[in-house]
């Protein structure tokens, strides 16, 4: 064990001979007593290969697939647990002991965090261990790092004479992997990615891109059943390409798509006291509806057109005498009104109606609103639209929507439940935005977030409506870089 | 759970379009909220509470400019108690892509004797703090500051 222990006497030959000094001497040498430990380093694809410095990517687990040659080259780089090396400078048993240092780089987790997710808590023990009879021994699975990305980890040995050796840093990452999904014929897709990869290897996690997959095109992603199909599709792309499908469940997907306009159907207008027949002027009524969302607000609106092939905005028209009888307005005598692809009125020609007084309604169907992006429902999707309000959408609108969907995937913005970390200090949920955001740059505690005031003055990519932002804040950066995703999706 | 009529069942609630159920609508120059609704729902053991209105309004635009709340009101006729919910639809998370800042908007002005109607599909009980109990119910819907016809509600649990 390395230590020798002392006679509790000395020979009756010594005590002849006035004693045996070496016997009596209270530091008596042994014969391994000469043995010191030389080194601890993290183990690096090999029983014999040591590294001072690297990665570990901890939400990947230990598994041949996930070495993929690039960034990651061997097994002992995945998951929670490394594998550690101490070494003796002679064979034999030697007792020592080791411990995880308080690992620096990402804030430390709070007691909170560490109280919902137990891969929020390093080993903390020391724990005691003897060599092998060569002089070294390979610690497996006795140590767990953390879930989150930027923990820089030592680990430090210390023999029976208190030497103490330590390795070199650690440092924790996440890495996933992401395809886009591209629908045939989209003339506005997002060129270069290469701004989403970084902003989350800012916050320690890599992403790793798929060569595209094409899908089919959809004009328009409005309702749940065209959700469904789009969903549908890009299931069908990614189990069709075997390297892609590999890759689940650290996989996301980023669909491009068309519009993400949402339609509201069937909405009357109507104005009274207007004067119909021969000679009359036509009656322009402006296009006004309720939102189909809370807070359902009555405003313009737009008429709905050119965002699928085929349909329109005309649903039919009515004349309405004063004092009864009721006269159905051809198609052809309604027009439209408005500024660009913007149009907000409807204008109808009354010449052909007999002389009167009364209302004209006219049934439209009209934009309630668009979407930037939008969660599919595989666990691991999203979607992105390449175009809005009729025009190509720039690529940093896109680019902040993938930010902010994937965002969402991995867990943001945190609320302090479940496995996630504490809640963000700028977090909301609903206020006028479904789900969970953050309203850093805006007046803490409104009930509405979703106004123009508050999208301007808003300074997060998490924000609930698009803003001009593709980082995340300060407050939400700290969460980026606690969370597990080792569940994958 | 059993409706009469039963084509309520068929009705997706939580939807703003004209439906099966959707009131019929008066002919002529007028304005207001007409609802309808089961005049019977029966419930078997374990069935979630459910009142399904189907309601059609037109109403100034000016005035649901001025006061976007749909209120949902009920009597029940126990204990005369009133029960009001307000309608709100959270919808999905989803970042939402506003106009253009340069985008037309109307003035008020120009909506001066423009009205604005719309066709709504919901279930009361979602926007009512208290669960609905077996019991009869007079149901009105009040938007911009108009209150709908009001219809009879009873539920009974089997």
Redesign the interface.
């Known amino acids: 064990m390395g230590w020798c222990s002392k006679p509790d006497k000395s020979s009756k030959t010594a005590e002849k001979k006035g004693g045996d000094k070496k016997v009596d001497d209270p530091k008596q040498p042994c014969p391994q007593d000469d043995a010191n430990i030389v080194s601890i380093a993290w183990l690096d694809g090999a029983d014999d290969k040591e590294v001072a410095t690297a990665t570990q990517w901890v939400n990947l687990p230990k598994e041949d697939k996930w070495v993929n040659g690039d960034e990651i080259k061997n097994k002992d780089r995945l998951g929670l647990k490394p594998r550690l090396k101490v070494k003796f400078d002679k064979p034999g048993s030697h007792a020592f002991k080791v411990k995880l240092l308080e690992p620096t780089g990402t804030p430390a987790y709070t007691e909170t965090e560490k109280g919902r997710n137990a891969d929020f808590k390093y080993t903390e023990t020391e724990k005691s261990y003897t060599t092998d009879s060569d002089g070294t021994k390979i610690i497996n699975g006795d140590f767990k790092l953390v879930a989150g990305g930027g923990y820089k980890f030592k680990a430090q040995a210390k023999d029976s004479k208190d030497k103490i050796v330590k390795t070199g840093e650690l440092t924790t990452k996440r890495l996933f992997y992401y395809v886009e999904a591209k629908m045939q014929g989209l003339t506005s897709v997002l060129g270069s990615t290469a701004d989403i990869d970084s902003e989350y290897a800012n916050h320690h996690m890599v992403l790793k891109k798929h060569t595209a997959l094409s899908i089919t095109r959809q004009h328009n992603i409005g309702s749940n059943t065209d959700s469904g199909t789009l969903s549908s599709n890009v299931d069908t792309a990614v189990n069709a390409d075997n390297t892609v499908k590999a890759t689940k469940p650290y996989l996301l997907t980023v669909a491009y798509t068309d519009h993400?306009a949402v339609k509201?159907?069937?909405?009357?207008?109507?104005?009274?006291?207007v004067q119909v027949g021969p000679g009359k002027a036509k009656v322009v009524?402006?296009?006004?509806?309720?939102?189909?969302?809370?807070?359902?607000?009555?405003?313009?609106r737009?008429l709905w057109h050119d965002i699928v092939p085929g349909e329109g905005w005309f649903v039919e028209a009515k004349f309405?005498?004063?004092?009864?009888?009721?006269t159905p307005i051809p198609e052809a005598k309604v027009g439209h009104k408005?500024?660009g692809d913007?149009w907000?009125?409807v204008e109808v020609d009354v010449t052909g109606l007999a002389a009167a007084t009364?209302?004209i309604?006219v049934k439209v169907h009209v934009v309630d609103?668009?979407?930037?992006?939008?969660?599919l429902g595989g666990a691991n999707q999203t979607c992105v639209?390449t175009r809005?309000?009729w025009s190509d959408?720039a690529d940093a609108?896109q680019k902040r929507?993938i930010i902010?969907?994937m965002g969402?995937k991995v867990g943001m913005v945190a609320d302090g439940s479940g496995d996630l970390p504490d809640k963000v200090s700028t977090h909301y949920s609903?206020k006028g935005?479904?789900?969970?955001h953050c309203y850093e740059g805006c007046t803490a505690g409104q009930a509405n977030y979703?106004t123009?005031a508050n999208?301007n003055a808003s300074t997060c990519v998490m924000f609930?409506?698009?803003n001009s932002h593709t980082a995340f804040c300060a407050n939400c950066e700290k969460a980026v870089k606690k969370l597990d995703i080792g569940s994958g999706w | 759970m059993d409706l009469i009529p039963d084509d309520f069942a068929k009705v997706p609630l939580g939807t703003?379009?004209?439906s099966a159920c959707s009131p019929a609508v008066p002919?002529?120059?007028?304005d207001g909220v007409r609802i309808d609704a089961p005049r019977q729902i029966t419930l078997d053991v374990g069935d979630p509470v459910m009142l399904p209105i189907c309601g059609y309004y037109?109403v100034p635009?000016l005035s649901?400019?001025d006061d976007?709340?749909?209120i949902v009101e009920l009597t029940r006729a126990a204990d005369g108690k009133l029960l009001r919910g307000i309608?709100?639809?959270?919808?999905?998370?989803?970042?939402?892509?506003?106009?253009?800042?340069d985008?037309?908007?109307?003035s008020r002005e120009?909506?001066q004797?423009?009205?604005?109607?719309?066709?709504f599909n919901i279930d009361a009980q979602r926007y009512l703090a208290e669960s609905l109990e077996p019991d009869r119910y007079a149901v009105v819907v009040i938007y911009a500051g108009m209150r709908s016809n009001p219809v009879q509600v009873e539920i009974i649990r089997r």
Request: charged residues 20%; proline residues 5%.
């Open positions: 993400l509201h159907a069937d909405v009357v207008i109507s104005k009274s006291g009524i402006g296009v006004t509806a309720a939102g189909l969302l809370s807070p359902h607000t009555v405003k313009t737009y309405h005498k004063d004092g009864g009888g009721t408005g500024n913007y907000n009125e009364g209302r309604e609103r668009m979407r930037g992006g939008l969660a639209c809005s309000w959408r609108k929507t902010h969907e969402h609903g935005h479904a789900g969970d979703a123009s999208r609930g409506s698009a | 703003f379009n004209e002919s002529g120059s007028w037109l635009v649901a400019m976007s709340r749909l309608l709100h639809e959270e919808g999905e998370n989803e970042p939402d892509e506003p106009p253009p800042d985008a037309p908007e109307l120009s909506l004797g423009v009205s604005t109607g719309g066709y």
